[in-house]
């Protein structure tokens, strides 16, 4: 619009005898929404909430006291909780300040019945020689000649079989399968 004012303010002032050009001033349309009703419409989409299933909550953790075994007792004095996660039953312990290892963990994650045992993770922490041992089980994925029993009675957990064992000492692993057996006591079934 402007360029159109002053393209005919030029051609007026170029032209000769003719009448002078005034420009108008630029007038600004701003559009309004149409009223409802009065023009078409589009269908407006629909939006379906996902039915997507969601995880078993969690429930509150029970204090846990227990003990662990390779060959022979490796502590006594294990201590944490035993509390489903996501649907799996877990047990979770340790012995932070165990006599021969700086600390044992535990972890026991149960299958959602209870009746067998999913997998198995324990660790020993360097002990006053340099050695470090991660010893574990997977029923999803056994380690030829690993196993893990189950064995429940009130809220006693013992599972007994044999975990694959990495020892590492000065950068150097080995891999072994070695028995275990370990003892959980829940302080209540309900977890």
Request: net charge positive; hydrophobic share 35%; charged share 15%.
């Amino acid at each position: 619009m402007t360029l159109g004012v002053g393209l005919a303010a030029g051609l007026a002032a170029c032209g000769t005898g003719g009448t002078a050009f005034t420009p108008k001033p630029v007038v600004t349309i701003t559009p309004t929404p149409a009223a409802p009703g009065s023009g078409p419409t589009s269908p407006s989409p629909s939006v379906t909430p996902s039915q997507t299933p969601s995880a078993p909550p969690s429930t509150p953790a029970v204090k846990a006291t227990g003990s662990m075994g390779v060959f022979m007792t490796v502590t006594e004095a294990l201590s944490g909780t035993c509390r489903t996660v996501d649907g799996a039953p877990t047990i979770a312990m340790t012995d932070p300040k165990n006599e021969f290892y700086t600390s044992v963990k535990v972890t026991v994650v149960l299958t959602a019945s209870r009746k067998a045992v999913s997998s198995v993770a324990t660790t020993f922490e360097e002990d006053s020689e340099g050695f470090t041992w991660k010893l574990g089980y997977d029923a999803a994925k056994p380690v030829k000649g690993t196993s893990a029993a189950l064995t429940v009675s009130g809220s006693t957990y013992t599972v007994k079989g044999k975990l694959n064992a990495l020892e590492t000492r000065g950068g150097k692993t080995r891999t072994e399968v070695l028995p275990f057996t370990i003892v959980a006591r829940c302080a209540s079934a309900q977890w």
